[in-house]
């Protein structure tokens, strides 16, 4: 997969802007606040349809426009292909794909598959257990349509059953209606969390052997947080949901399920979001990205884009130079503020104030 062209009109700081990539290494360089961040966060929302950075599309449309356009060529196996996006400040969106329009971004997702690094990925390991949980979602949504579909049917039967668990009707009534919603969500709930233990057990050696090539003498290990039992999954869950049917009745919400479970990463066998230095922790969630490339690749058959925000800046050479070797077999867009020492071919894009020199 490769990214051929994009086209700005008045995104972000961009006016009127046409970025030509190669394949390989693309290095984006230019000072700060220029637009080579923005330039990124343009291919993600081509990707996923939403912005990694706002929940507002009117906040990426240039300051004193209305309007907005991405217009993107790439390739893949299956041949070239045109994407384009248009926001307005009312918050309307529309996407064409080859000129048709998608009706849903349910539609979108996986036909432009990225891999995406910028510095706030540090909360895949430090912060709450919601963001592991959307990394989790966006990988797996990228190359399995079916797991996206059941987060979505997961997402309606659990806002229905929080809304039984929160009423004011008697205990009696809830807990028949319960009988109802239970069984649907314990269905759903297996399917998802049997995609995330596959996704998991299929990231974890890729990762340990590029993290050991990275740091040289560390072990990485990645463990989910439901563990499988010696029964089926389906009836675990239904004999924990009997257990505390009473508790959930007194809280007003759902206390079990994949929209509460959580990713661990483990250095030498201590947990990294207490024990590890933030350089560690960093690199942990590089290597988590570049393992994603992998299993994508594995699942799709080929590479998808890898973009990485202002990764240089926080490693030495030595990690610098083994994480651009990594790089060499896909496309790589790397923001920086100047050129890396490398001897690898490579292709450089100067930005300045939303232009290309």
Do not use: W
């Not at 637009?35 to 507002?56: A, C, D, F, V």
């Amino acid at each position: 997969m490769q990214i051929n062209s994009v086209r700005l009109n008045n995104f972000r700081n961009y006016g009127q802007a046409k970025i030509d990539f190669a394949g390989g290494l693309n290095f984006i360089v230019g000072k700060n606040a220029q637009g080579k961040t923005n330039l990124l966060e343009s291919i993600y929302i081509s990707s996923i349809g939403k912005s990694p950075r706002t929940r507002k599309d009117k906040q990426i449309i240039k300051f004193g426009e209305s309007k907005a356009k991405i217009d993107l060529d790439f390739s893949t196996l299956a041949g070239k292909k045109n994407l384009q996006i248009y926001l307005d400040n009312l918050n309307k969106k529309s996407i064409k794909i080859n000129g048709l329009n998608v009706l849903k971004l349910t539609e979108l997702v996986g036909t432009l598959s990225v891999v995406y690094f910028s510095p706030d990925e540090l909360k895949l390991i430090k912060e709450v257990p919601e963001d592991r949980r959307t990394f989790l979602d966006i990988s797996i949504s990228q190359f399995d349509k079916n797991y996206l579909y059941n987060l979505l049917k997961y997402d309606k039967i659990l806002r229905q059953r929080n809304t039984i668990l929160k009423s004011a009707e008697s205990y009696a009534s809830k807990v028949e209606q319960l009988k109802l919603f239970t069984p649907q969500l314990i269905d759903t709930a297996e399917k998802i969390i049997l995609k995330r233990i596959e996704f998991v057990k299929n990231l974890n050696p890729i990762a340990k052997e590029i993290h050991k090539a990275i740091t040289l003498d560390e072990n990485l290990e990645i463990e989910y947080s439901y563990k499988p039992k010696d029964k089926p999954i389906k009836e675990d869950l239904t004999e924990q949901f009997e257990k505390i049917i009473n508790k959930e009745i007194e809280l007003g919400y759902t206390c079990l399920g994949p929209h509460r479970d959580d990713l661990e990463f483990k250095i030498n066998g201590l947990d990294c979001k207490n024990f590890a230095s933030q350089g560690q922790q960093r690199t942990v969630a590089l290597v988590i990205k570049l393992s994603l490339m992998e299993v994508v690749k594995n699942e799709i058959g080929e590479y998808p884009i890898l973009l990485l925000d202002d990764v240089l800046s926080e490693l030495d050479l030595p990690r610098q130079n083994r994480l651009l070797e990594f790089t060499t077999k896909y496309q790589t867009l790397i923001t920086c503020t100047n050129l890396p020492e490398t001897s690898l071919p490579y292709n450089e894009i100067k930005i300045e104030n939303g232009s290309v020199l």
